[in-house]
């Protein structure tokens, strides 16, 4: 329990340190005191985040908090309902949410670990797991600064570090590592894995989500500038690849849980999250633009 309360107090510290050295005062502290009072009399943590006010909320408020959640755009996951007013983000992420519940683990009393949580729409979620700590990592400060403003209202005890995976310094202090959609945006992904596998305890989970191609064997496509339009992907794999890859890395048991295509109706353009659609990268023939397989989305848990 030692090393889990030092883990912890020493990256809380470490998060602070890093606000204060960031932008983060300049660009984003000055709007969030602006936040007008309003009392939550009821919080839904459903497909939709939902904080709904405690009596009828003067509107020069509303139109107060809009102005401030439409600043902090683009929202890519969610979607938030903050007192009527409706986030439409650019992932339903409820999706990915309900192909993961499914398979949890018991998280009663663990501490878990949301590495790359963009705004921490997987942390509310995970609120009804009841885990003894609950801490998102991402360096984003937008992301950081959208779940701000949410847990402004919502109270919520989440720890919410703007820090890069790099900077997380522990050996076996998490029982369960989430880390969706990321693996394919770094440069080395066995690095990445190899920090989850040394975070987690003896027997501890991870559950990794990643873009993959719906193809037979442990291949990975390296595409060029882009794929579907998105730069900064540096790698595609197959399930099997991302397989050996996790059994590389020193997991000991594998269980891919799921594995479908990436649809429009999980992501696409909104007046939060200004993209174009999902459909203006893929051609007649089911690929890419870029002549590239098309998106599937695959997650694993691998046991350490």
């Given at each position: 329990m030692k090393g889990t309360?030092?883990?912890?107090?020493s990256h809380e510290e470490r998060a602070r340190q890093k606000e204060q050295r960031t932008g983060f005062a300049?660009?984003?502290?000055?709007?969030?005191?602006?936040?007008?009072?309003?009392v939550v009399l009821r919080k839904e943590y459903d497909r939709v985040i939902r904080l709904i006010a405690q009596?009828?909320?003067e509107p020069n408020a509303l139109e107060k908090l809009e102005q401030i959640l439409k600043s902090l755009s683009p929202w890519r996951k969610g979607p938030f309902e903050l007192f009527g007013i409706r986030i439409d983000s650019e992932w339903q992420s409820f999706?990915?949410?309900?192909?993961i519940a499914p398979f949890l683990?018991?998280?009663e009393g663990r501490l878990v670990?949301?590495?790359?949580?963009?705004?921490?729409?997987?942390?509310?979620?995970l609120l009804e797991k009841k885990p003894?700590?609950?801490?998102?990592?991402?360096?984003?400060?937008?992301?950081?600064?959208?779940?701000?403003?949410?847990?402004?209202y919502a109270k919520e005890v989440i720890s919410f570090w703007p820090l890069s995976w790099e900077e997380l310094e522990g050996l076996r202090v998490a029982d369960v590592v989430l880390c969706m959609g990321?693996?394919?945006?770094?440069?080395?992904p066995f690095a990445l894995l190899r920090k989850i596998h040394s975070l987690l305890k003896n027997k501890g989970v991870a559950i990794i989500e990643s873009l993959t191609l719906d193809i037979k064997g442990p291949f990975c496509l390296f595409p060029g500038k882009s794929y579907c339009n998105v730069g900064g992907v540096y790698h595609i794999p197959s399930p099997e690849a991302l397989y050996e890859w996790l059994k590389k890395t020193g997991f000991s048991r594998i269980e891919k849980t799921s594995h479908t295509p990436l649809t429009m109706e999980e992501q696409r353009p909104t007046i939060w999250a200004k993209a174009k659609p999902l459909s203006d990268f893929l051609v007649a023939n089911g690929q890419t633009k870029e002549g590239y397989p098309p998106p599937w989305r695959t997650v694993f848990f691998a046991y350490k």
């Amino acid at each position: 329990m030692k090393g889990t309360c030092d883990f912890f107090a020493s990256h809380e510290e470490r998060a602070r340190q890093k606000e204060q050295r960031t932008g983060f005062a300049l660009k984003y502290s000055s709007l969030l005191k602006e936040l007008p009072p309003i009392v939550v009399l009821r919080k839904e943590y459903d497909r939709v985040i939902r904080l709904i006010a405690q009596e009828r909320t003067e509107p020069n408020a509303l139109e107060k908090l809009e102005q401030i959640l439409k600043s902090l755009s683009p929202w890519r996951k969610g979607p938030f309902e903050l007192f009527g007013i409706r986030i439409d983000s650019e992932w339903q992420s409820f999706y990915k949410w309900e192909r993961i519940a499914p398979f949890l683990p018991n998280l009663e009393g663990r501490l878990v670990l949301d590495i790359g949580c963009g705004n921490g729409y997987y942390l509310f979620r995970l609120l009804e797991k009841k885990p003894a700590y609950l801490i998102g990592v991402d360096p984003s400060l937008l992301y950081y600064a959208q779940f701000q403003v949410v847990n402004f209202y919502a109270k919520e005890v989440i720890s919410f570090w703007p820090l890069s995976w790099e900077e997380l310094e522990g050996l076996r202090v998490a029982d369960v590592v989430l880390c969706m959609g990321l693996l394919y945006h770094e440069e080395n992904p066995f690095a990445l894995l190899r920090k989850i596998h040394s975070l987690l305890k003896n027997k501890g989970v991870a559950i990794i989500e990643s873009l993959t191609l719906d193809i037979k064997g442990p291949f990975c496509l390296f595409p060029g500038k882009s794929y579907c339009n998105v730069g900064g992907v540096y790698h595609i794999p197959s399930p099997e690849a991302l397989y050996e890859w996790l059994k590389k890395t020193g997991f000991s048991r594998i269980e891919k849980t799921s594995h479908t295509p990436l649809t429009m109706e999980e992501q696409r353009p909104t007046i939060w999250a200004k993209a174009k659609p999902l459909s203006d990268f893929l051609v007649a023939n089911g690929q890419t633009k870029e002549g590239y397989p098309p998106p599937w989305r695959t997650v694993f848990f691998a046991y350490k």
